[in-house]
C-alpha cells in the first residue's frame, strides 16, 4: 500500500502560490491576514486533508523548550551562559517555558540524549553554540523540532539564527586598516567552531581585498580544537594591531601583553568580537564588534511560535547584522608608526 504524503504548510502555500509565512499566521490566528484569505487558507488546508495540531483554544499544548549548551561553552566567561539568561527572560514574557541542560563532554562524544528528551518533557529543542555533528544526527532522530543558535549545518533540514560573522571580520578588519593598521594578526582557532571560521574568512578577505598576503605567522591559536584555552603565544616580531575572534581571548591577549611590556594601543592595537566579556580589564576600553543578540533571539524565538503552531514549519537560516564599536583601544597609531607593512 503506498503511503499517504503528510500535507505542510509548503504544499498549501504552493496551492495558493503565496508565502509560507502568510500561511502560518493565518492558521495560527496572527495578525497580517486579512479574514477572507485566511477562510480560503484554511479552507484549502482542510481539502489537502492537512492536520491542524492545535488544542480548542488555538495553542499548542506542549510550549516547554529544552535549550542545550556544551560544557566547554560553559565557565566563568561563558557568552552562551549570557545568552541563556536574556532568552529566558523573553521566553517568560511569551509564556515560554525555557529548560536548561549543559552536554558534558563524555555524553557529546558517546551521543548519550539530553535527560530533558528521556523524560519527554519538550518537544522543541534550542542548541546554544556548535556542537558535534554526530550528536546533532543523535538530536535529529528523536524527530524534536530543533533550532541552533549562533551557528549553522549544511546537513541538517534545522532552522539557525546566527550573526553576520564573515561580514563582522571583513568590516573590523576594514576598521583597523582605516584607523592606519596593515600588520594585523588574528587570534582565534578557526578550526574550533564556524563563527570563529567565518570571523577568520571576513578578515582574509578584507585583506586580501587590499593586496596583502596572509603569513602562517598572522595567526595565533587561542584555544585547542576542543574549545579548551592555550596559553597565547606572542609573535616574535609584533604586527601593528591584533584582531581577536572574542573579547574573551582580546583581554587575555592585553594582560600578556602588558605583562610583556607592550601598551594598547602605544604599542600595539587590539580588537575583539561580541561585546561580551567577564575577563574585563580595568581601565581598558575595547574596540569590538557587538554581536546583537536581542535581536537573534527575537528571531529564534519567532520561529518557536510558528513551529507550535505546526512543526512542519521552516524558516531556513535568519542572518542579524552587528556593528563596530570603536574604542581606545584601537585609536589611530602616531604618525609614522604603522610602516611595518607586509608589502614593505
Given at each position: 500500500m503506498?503511503?499517504?504524503?503528510?500535507?505542510t504548510?509548503?504544499?498549501?502555500?504552493?496551492?495558493?502560490?503565496?508565502?509560507?509565512v502568510?500561511?502560518?499566521?493565518?492558521?495560527?490566528?496572527k495578525?497580517?491576514?486579512?479574514?477572507?484569505?485566511r477562510?480560503?487558507?484554511i479552507?484549502k488546508?482542510?481539502?489537502l486533508?492537512y492536520?491542524f495540531?492545535?488544542?480548542?483554544?488555538?495553542?499548542?499544548v506542549?510550549?516547554?523548550?529544552?535549550i542545550?549548551?556544551a560544557?566547554?561553552?560553559v565557565g566563568?566567561?561563558?557568552?552562551y551562559?549570557s545568552?541563556y539568561?536574556?532568552m529566558?527572560?523573553e521566553?517568560t514574557?511569551?509564556?515560554i517555558?525555557?529548560?536548561?541542560?549543559?552536554?558534558?563532554e563524555?555524553?557529546e562524544?558517546?551521543k548519550?540524549?539530553?535527560?530533558?528528551l528521556?523524560?519527554?518533557?519538550v518537544?522543541?529543542?534550542?542548541?546554544l553554540?556548535?556542537?558535534?555533528?554526530?550528536?546533532l544526527?543523535?538530536l535529529?532522530?528523536?524527530?524534536?523540532?530543533?533550532?541552533f543558535?549562533?551557528?549553522?549545518n549544511?546537513?541538517?533540514e534545522?532552522?539557525?539564527v546566527?550573526?553576520?560573522?564573515?561580514?563582522?571580520?571583513?568590516l573590523m578588519?576594514?576598521?583597523?586598516?582605516k584607523?592606519?593598521?596593515?600588520d594585523?594578526?588574528?587570534?582565534?582557532?578557526y578550526r574550533?567552531?564556524?563563527?570563529?571560521?567565518d570571523?577568520?574568512?571576513?578578515?582574509r578577505k578584507?585583506?586580501?581585498?587590499?593586496?596583502?598576503?596572509?603569513?602562517e605567522?598572522d595567526h595565533?591559536?587561542?584555544?585547542?580544537?576542543?574549545?579548551?584555552?592555550?596559553?597565547?603565544?606572542?609573535?616574535?616580531k609584533?604586527?601593528?594591531?591584533?584582531?581577536c575572534?572574542?573579547?574573551?581571548a582580546?583581554?587575555?591577549?592585553?594582560?600578556?601583553?602588558?605583562k610583556a611590556?607592550y601598551k594598547?594601543p602605544?604599542?600595539v592595537a587590539v580588537?575583539g568580537?561580541?561585546?561580551?566579556?567577564?575577563?574585563?580589564i580595568?581601565?581598558?576600553?575595547?574596540?569590538?564588534y557587538r554581536v546583537?543578540?536581542e535581536?537573534?533571539i527575537?528571531?529564534?524565538?519567532?520561529?518557536?511560535?510558528?513551529k507550535?503552531?505546526?512543526?512542519?514549519?521552516?524558516?531556513?537560516t535568519?542572518i542579524?547584522y552587528?556593528?563596530?564599536?570603536?574604542?581606545?583601544s584601537?585609536?589611530?597609531p602616531?604618525?609614522?608608526?604603522?610602516?611595518n607593512?607586509?608589502n614593505?
Amino acid at each position: 500500500m503506498a503511503q499517504i504524503k503528510k500535507v505542510t504548510m509548503k504544499d498549501i502555500a504552493q496551492e495558493l502560490d503565496i508565502s509560507i509565512v502568510t500561511v502560518s499566521k493565518a492558521l495560527a490566528g496572527k495578525e497580517g491576514v486579512g479574514d477572507r484569505l485566511r477562510e480560503v487558507i484554511i479552507d484549502k488546508a482542510k481539502e489537502l486533508g492537512y492536520i491542524f495540531k492545535k488544542n480548542e483554544d488555538g495553542e499548542n499544548v506542549n510550549r516547554n523548550v529544552g535549550i542545550l549548551i556544551a560544557q566547554r561553552f560553559v565557565g566563568d566567561d561563558s557568552f552562551y551562559l549570557s545568552v541563556y539568561q536574556k532568552m529566558l527572560v523573553e521566553m517568560t514574557k511569551r509564556g515560554i517555558v525555557g529548560i536548561l541542560e549543559v552536554i558534558i563532554e563524555n555524553d557529546e562524544k558517546n551521543k548519550v540524549l539530553p535527560t530533558l528528551l528521556s523524560i519527554n518533557k519538550v518537544d522543541h529543542i534550542i542548541v546554544l553554540g556548535e556542537v558535534s555533528r554526530d550528536y546533532l544526527q543523535a538530536l535529529e532522530a528523536t524527530g524534536k523540532n530543533i533550532v541552533f543558535f549562533d551557528f549553522e549545518n549544511e546537513d541538517f533540514e534545522f532552522d539557525s539564527v546566527v550573526g553576520d560573522n564573515i561580514n563582522g571580520g571583513y568590516l573590523m578588519t576594514r576598521h583597523l586598516m582605516k584607523q592606519g593598521y596593515t600588520d594585523i594578526t588574528f587570534v582565534g582557532n578557526y578550526r574550533c567552531t564556524r563563527s570563529i571560521l567565518d570571523r577568520y574568512l571576513g578578515y582574509r578577505k578584507y585583506m586580501l581585498m587590499k593586496g596583502i598576503d596572509i603569513r602562517e605567522e598572522d595567526h595565533i591559536d587561542d584555544r585547542d580544537d576542543e574549545g579548551n584555552d592555550l596559553e597565547l603565544v606572542l609573535p616574535d616580531k609584533m604586527p601593528d594591531a591584533f584582531f581577536c575572534n572574542c573579547d574573551v581571548a582580546a583581554y587575555r591577549l592585553i594582560e600578556k601583553l602588558n605583562k610583556a611590556g607592550y601598551k594598547v594601543p602605544e604599542d600595539v592595537a587590539v580588537a575583539g568580537y561580541d561585546d561580551y566579556a567577564s575577563n574585563k580589564i580595568e581601565g581598558v576600553e575595547l574596540t569590538t564588534y557587538r554581536v546583537n543578540i536581542e535581536e537573534m533571539i527575537y528571531y529564534a524565538l519567532n520561529i518557536l511560535e510558528q513551529k507550535f503552531q505546526n512543526p512542519d514549519y521552516r524558516y531556513g537560516t535568519v542572518i542579524s547584522y552587528g556593528r563596530v564599536i570603536a574604542r581606545e583601544s584601537t585609536k589611530p597609531p602616531a604618525a609614522g608608526k604603522a610602516n611595518n607593512s607586509k608589502n614593505g
